[in-house]
């Protein structure tokens, strides 16, 4: 068997043992209660696609996150505990086939629980706002489908992101009383310990001036200023960026790529 042929053999591994968790189905149904209590609570759906942005926002930059990590905290650790990683080294899979696999199918499962309820949110947005909402007063701006596709797009490569620095904690956790404590304290970090480390910068040198780039440099940072930047200023024309596109983009590709290595070399160690 290749290579190829090794990683897709734990990518189905994956996906199977997702389907048959009820848990999973459990966390879309509530992402999606969530999304359209939000939505509807701040009338977005009826206003158009950028109000319904902006109204579910916030939720979004926590859920991904929450989301991640719930799917993601044990994907390591439960093996490890398992000596299922110990079997393995006598086979020949390399690490980065399994780790790969592992990733994929997560990813797969986190990516139909994030984005199937915004599908299914753009689709009610579609159907109920008016089509005086083209144009919204009260934005000065310009709706359009393709800003709320352009979301969700940004929000699938926060939670791959997000969903990296979970296997990353679930490799070095080695027992799952560990692994849920990591998760819990990267969770904190990743939400809000970031930016709060930002905005105590200010005190020690990092001005107003650059405190745009430096919160694009944290995940959830640099996916509140892609948003801004690419789906809510484009339909408000004249607004300046809120973080340096290229510096948020280049954040989320390197956060991505450092801790799937991180924990590609952490799951060889295990």
Known sequence: MTAGGRFWTVFVREVRSAVRTRTYIALGVVTGVVLFGLAHAGGGPAGGYVPTVVDTLVAVEVLVPTLAFAVGYRAIADPAVRGELDILDTYPLSTWAYVGGVYAGRALLLLTIVVGPLLALGINVATTAGPETTVFASHRG????????????????????????????????????????????????????????????????????????????????????????????????????????????????????????????????A
């Open 142 to 269: 310009v709706d359009s489908p393709f800003l709320f596709i352009r979301f969700i797009a940004l929000t699938v490569l926060y939670a791959l992101s997000s969903l990296t620095i979970a296997f990353l904690l679930s490799a070095l956790a080695g027992s799952r009383g560990r692994a849920l404590v990591l998760a819990l304290a990267g969770l904190l970090v990743l939400t809000v310990g970031s930016d709060l480390a930002v905005f105590a910068a200010l005190d020690t040198g990092v001005t107003t001036d650059t405190l745009g780039g430096a919160l694009a440099m944290t995940p959830a940072g640099a996916y509140r200023g892609l948003v801004f930047d690419q789906v809510l200023y484009v339909a408000v024309p004249g607004r300046s960026a809120f973080v340096p596109t290229w510096v948020a983009s280049l954040s989320l590709l390197f956060w991505w790529g450092l801790t799937f290595v991180g924990a590609m070399l952490a799951t060889d160690a």
